[in-house]
T-cell receptor, first 113, second 116 residues
Framework: LAKTTQPISMDSYEGQEVNITCSHNNIATNDYITWYQQFPSQGPRFIIQGYKTKVTNEVASLFIPADRKSSTLSLPRVSLSDTAVYYCLVGPHSGTGGFKTIFGAGTRLFVKA | NAGVTQTPKFQVLKTGQSMTLQCAQDMNHEYMSWYRQDPGMGLRLIHYSVGAGITDQGEVPNGYNVSRSTTEDFPLRLLSAAPSQTSVYFC???????????????FGPGTRLTVL
């Protein structure tokens, strides 16, 4: 499984755009990139998933360059409630081989007023 | 749908005791998994299952057993609790829309386990 590297922590202010970059140099051909958000005392919650180029949903965008060795989660106009830990996961989607996923330490985002 | 439910929410055990953490999902997901999360750390995969009757080990399986007799339930058994197993345990489920790829995982609220 591809190992991921993220910044340990980031600070931001309300209303700003936040970009969290994840490095995954050993990503395999059939690996997808998935981001989760976790609040204290809660289980992780899915944010966004992609394979290549750009993916956008109602809460975030995911930018993946052509070589797929990194990805960037973009959170537009963050609010205090976006303070959480964000995890980048890289792993295969295999119906027969299993769905092993590895959560790293994540990035602790702290949004200030 | 209740989603993924876990019981109990809190548990205190003495060293050497055994217990079962329950996990159930009502979304008919074929994939289920168990993670543990130690303070300030990411989640580590303990065991997972891609369907009833099929289980496999994750990153940290020692000291834990699982079984999957139904699609809905995926209990985690601690055979002989140790203080090193003090952690928060999360159960998750996922589904495949194509038979080849899985989508996002849905996590339960967690069980906080303390082993004295």
């Amino acid at each position: 499984l591809a190992k991921t590297t993220q910044p340990i922590s980031m600070d931001s202010y309300e209303g700003q755009e936040v970009n969290i970059t994840c490095s995954h140099n050993n990503i395999a051909t059939n690996d997808y990139i998935t981001w989760y958000q976790q609040f204290p005392s809660q289980g992780p919650r899915f944010i966004i998933q992609g394979y290549k180029t750009k993916v956008t949903n109602e809460v975030a965008s995911l930018f993946i360059p052509a070589d797929r060795k990194s990805s960037t989660l973009s959170l537009p106009r963050v609010s205090l409630s976006d303070t959480a830990v964000y995890y980048c996961l890289v792993g295969p989607h295999s119906g027969t081989g299993g769905f092993k996923t590895i959560f790293g330490a994540g990035t602790r985002l702290f949004v200030k007023a | 749908n209740a989603g993924v439910t876990q019981t109990p929410k809190f548990q205190v055990l003495k060293t050497g005791q055994s217990m079962t953490l329950q996990c159930a999902q009502d979304m008919n997901h074929e994939y289920m998994s168990w993670y543990r999360q130690d303070p300030g750390m990411g989640l580590r995969l303990i065991h997972y299952s891609v369907g009833a009757g099929i289980t496999d080990q994750g990153e940290v399986p020692n000291g834990y057993n699982v079984s999957r007799s139904t699609t809905e339930d995926f209990p985690l058994r601690l055979l002989s609790a140790a203080p090193s197993q003090t952690s928060v345990y999360f159960c998750a489920s996922s589904y495949s829309t194509s038979g080849e790829s899985y989508n996002e995982q849905f996590f339960g609220p967690g069980t906080r386990l303390t082993v004295l």
